[in-house]
């Protein structure tokens, strides 16, 4: 029994010594894991991020006046992308040299230094080591040309205007100077460049008021200067402040598992949820930007702006005189001219003169030619000519061996039909209207050879619609009918019944029609507030689970309603319209207009058969910069930079072929 109680004792004894063995080696794996010892051969790996070892001028230094700073580091690193990602402020109208030498950063500044400005080098997270690439993470380096640093920092999102995406790369600065002139005249006095989240960081603000603005900067000049740039601003003023806070930091055990969560003191600064809407004017500066001739069959016009007089042409080697079929865009900024002759069609040079509106240094609209435009086609005639008779002798030759053979064959070669291009749904909802494009104008319609019948009791019957052009586009038709639910249809288009401008004809054409029954579809209502504007104008548009709209109605009485909704997940958007036009309008600097608000409601939505979802939205509940889902944001947020930690797996690697080596179990 002693024996046996002695022997326990002995083993467990053992046992703890080799537990403790076990643990005690890999303890000291783990630490001497932190020793840099670069081994090629299995050894650990430089996992340390590169460190400061001083700088001339130090940091934070004040009444500096050199314009060149040193800073060096304790080993060899690498700068990435200095042009876009490191950004010195107050803004330097002279492209600062900023480069990588060795040990060292060198970075120097060509423009006189202000007095009593805090310089602030903000190197984000360019900066890591030579070799293994390990990140510094964001850094900054500051000094003073005056007795004291300032420290203040103001932050937020900058988003594009029409669908709340972030802006990643854009100009964010301040002024201190609040008239609506200083965005013009003036370069901004801190600034700052968005992150692919939209964030922004301004650093080095001293004590004061301040308005914030976004400019997507074209020229360098740090201002508003082209209507051409994506801009953003604000009448509302802000004084920055710190107070102190703690964070919660996450302490990772690996890359899978949290290992603790600590509390963390730091300096909060305000304000840090700054959110600009940026937008881009539209552009009335008219000129043509090009004249192209894709299609022999046609020429076309692009122009910066639209106007409500067309061009004047007069043809230099032709007749211009009702020589073509005019189809301009909506904007009227597009235009095409398809030719009617087919002489002119053939002809592989069309000289003219353009005469038309454009914009002059003043700004005002001034008659202005174009002379001696020449429109040739991407393929010449000849070259054409010879694929149509190669077409020729293929068919030609076909034909020739039916009739060796007695089979059925034609003698004459057959023209190629119009093709309209039918765009109308199998199974419609109430309410929808089908689309019918045509490749190249009509010269005939024949609304009478277009029919829509509907079975009732087994039996068909003529069932009514409209067939008529499109509003503003001479190419596109729609069919305009009463699609009842749980109905059979068919549309009908007889031979003959379109005609073009150059004599080809369309074929017959039917399509079956089945719509669904009531309980195949969902009805989605939604109450929506957070606006004080009784007569405002809301449209909420319902989008795709690709964030594409899908179908949008107007706010009635509060309420958005979509009927018919097939199953499916969706999201929703809503814009003020606030001039009542249907569409979403961009803002304007000058005329100190914003462009119409964008909400977007944060969840996702599921809609299923024989379901009525009910929901409430109020529009500003959630800050703009949180709303937009994130299934739906294009821009998608960059991965940030993290240091590798290998030396951890390497240290149980070694730890478990050292103990293996010696025979212990594991």
């Known amino acids: 029994m002693n024996d046996n109680i002695k022997d326990t004792g002995m083993h467990r004894g053992r046992s703890l010594r080799k537990a403790f063995f076990i643990l005690s080696f890999l303890h000291f794996l783990i630490f001497i894991s932190c020793a840099r010892m670069g081994s090629p051969d299995g050894g650990w790996y430089d996992d340390d991020p590169p460190r400061v070892i001083g700088s001339t001028p130090a940091d934070k230094a004040t009444n500096v006046k050199a314009k060149k700073v040193t800073i060096y580091f304790d080993e060899f690193i690498k700068i990435e992308d200095a042009t876009n990602k490191v950004i010195v402020s107050p803004p330097q109208l002279e492209v600062p040299e900023i480069r990588g030498a060795g040990k060292r950063i060198i ?129 509302e003023t802000f004084e920055p402040s710190s107070k102190p806070d703690t964070r919660t930091d996450t302490i990772w055990r ?56 067309l061009p004047q042409i007069k043809g230099l080697n032709f007749d211009a005189d009702s020589a073509f079929v005019i189809e301009a865009n909506e904007k009227r900024d597009t235009i095409h001219y398809w030719l009617r002759d087919t002489l002119l069609v053939n002809t592989d040079t069309l000289l003219m003169d353009i005469t038309y509106q454009m914009t002059d240094s003043l700004g005002n609209l001034v008659m202005h030619t174009d002379s001696a435009i020449e429109a040739l086609p991407k ?137 669904k029954k009531a309980e195949e579809y969902s009805t989605l209502e939604m109450t929506i507030s957070g606006t004080d504007a009784v007569d405002t104008t809301i449209v909420v548009q319902m989008l795709s689970n690709g964030g594409d709209p899908v179908e949008e109605v107007r706010v009635h009485k509060g309420k958005a309603k979509f009927n018919y909704v097939l199953p499916g997940k969706y999201y929703l958007r809503a814009y003020i319209d606030a001039n009542g036009n249907g569409i979403w309008d961009t803002g304007d600097y000058d005329a100190d207009r914003q462009a119409e608000s964008v909400y977007y409601y944060s969840e996702e939505l599921e809609c299923k058969e024989k379901w009525d979802v009910t929901k409430s939205w109020n529009l500003t509940t959630v800050a703009r910069f949180r709303q937009k889902p994130s299934a739906i944001v294009k821009q998608k947020p960059e991965q940030a930079k993290k240091l590798k930690n290998r030396n951890v797996e390497r240290a149980k690697q070694l730890g478990k072929e050292y103990l293996k080596e010696k025979g212990v179990r594991l």
């Not at 051409?228 to 604000?234: K, Q």
């Open 379 to 515: 393929v010449s005639y000849e070259k054409r000519l010879k694929e149509k008779n190669k077409e020729y002798d293929k068919w030609f030759k076909e034909q020739e061996k039916k009739k060796k053979r007695e089979e059925p064959y034609d003698s004459i070669y057959p023209l190629k039909p119009l093709e309209p291009k039918y765009n109308i749904s199998n199974t419609p909802k109430p309410g929808t209207r089908g689309l019918v494009e045509m490749p190249v104008p009509l010269a005939v319609c024949d609304t009478s050879k277009v029919h829509l019948y509907s079975m009732i009791d087994s039996v068909w019957y003529q069932s009514p619609c409209v067939f008529q052009q499109v509003k503003g586009n001479i190419r596109q038709y729609e069919l305009i009918a009463d699609w009842r639910l749980d109905t059979e249809y068919s549309f009908e288009v007889d031979s003959a019944a379109f005609v073009d401008i150059y004599g080809l004809v369309s074929k017959a054409f039917k399509q079956g029609i089945k719509t």
């Open 254 to 309: 690996d890359s899978l598992h949290i290992d603790a969560l600590r509390k963390v003191p730091y300096t909060h600064f305000l304000p840090d949820e700054i959110t600009l809407l940026a937008f881009t004017h539209t552009q009335t500066d008219r000129m043509l930007l090009k004249t192209e001739r894709v299609e022999p069959n046609k020429f076309s016009m692009y122009f910066t702006y639209g106007d409500s007089l």
């Open 107 to 235: 970075v120097e500044l060509v423009d006189t230094l202000k007095e009593n400005t805090t310089y602030t080098i903000d190197f984000s997270d360019a900066i890591s080591d030579n070799n293994e690439g390990n990140p510094m993470g964001n850094y900054t380096f500051t000094f003073s040309t005056g007795e004291q640093i300032d420290t203040f920092e103001v932050a937020g999102y900058v988003l594009d205007a029409s669908n709340l995406e972030p802006i990643k790369g854009i100009l964010v600065g301040l002024y201190d100077d609040l008239a609506d002139s200083a965005f013009k005249t003036k370069p901004l006095l801190r600034v700052s460049r968005t992150d692919s989240r939209g964030h922004f960081v301004v650093k080095g603000v001293a004590p004061g008021t301040y308005r914030a603005y976004a400019l997507q900067d074209m020229d360098g000049d740090f201002r508003f200067s082209q209507k051409s740039e994506m801009i953003a601003f604000s009448h």
